[in-house]
């Protein structure tokens, strides 16, 4: 069986922010400053790397990539109580309230133009780890995939919800399982 090399890099110590299009806290920053030390210092070449739109995921990898002197490399942007804050964070199919129209991010989200070649059905209002992964999965194995089939080393900077997803994907957890799985900010292994 083949071995590849992947590395997942979440967009670290922010707030819940959704779709909103949130800054890289200033935590944050340190946490991606000190990870891509470690990719450093442990000698991690990539060939293609892979986030978001949104300028939080964008920043984390940027910090990852000044850091292990790789700038250059092509980057590939994806488009597509406690307890109840837990429940919308981790639920499968349980999306947060819809945001409505006079919410302050509303017209950040609706009118960006980031988000332009999406039809208002295609921009969700609310969104649960199920909708997620029905938009992340196909991305993944058209865009991701066949690069790290064809030995390229991908380094991906993401979100946690699409981050938790890709590992559920690859581990192949239950509903039940996923929904229990953390992945920290500022932790490396």
């Known amino acids: 069986m083949a071995t590849y090399k992947l590395v997942l890099i979440r967009n670290l110590e922010n707030r819940f922010s959704g779709w909103y299009d949130a800054d890289l806290s200033p935590v944050g920053h340190e946490e991606a400053k000190r990870g891509g030390q470690v990719l450093r210092d442990a000698g991690y070449e990539f060939d293609i790397c892979f986030t978001s739109v949104q300028k939080r995921a964008i920043q984390n990898l940027w910090t990852v990539l000044d850091a292990i002197d790789q700038m250059w490399l092509p980057v590939k942007p994806a488009k597509h109580g406690e307890v109840q804050v837990k429940t919308w964070r981790r639920s499968y199919d349980f999306p947060l309230p819809p945001m409505e129209p ?88």
């Open 102 to 189: 006079d919410h302050p991010f509303y017209s950040n989200i609706s009118k960006n133009r980031r988000y332009a070649d999406l039809t208002e059905d295609q921009l969700p209002s609310c969104e649960s780890l199920k909708d997620m992964i029905a938009r992340a999965l196909p991305f993944w194995n058209e865009e991701i995939v066949p690069q790290i089939k064809e030995g390229k080393h991908a380094l991906i900077a993401a979100h946690g919800n699409s981050l938790q997803d890709i590992v559920n994907h690859l581990k192949g957890l239950s509903e039940e399982a996923i929904i229990e799985l953390s992945l920290p900010t500022g932790t490396w292994s």
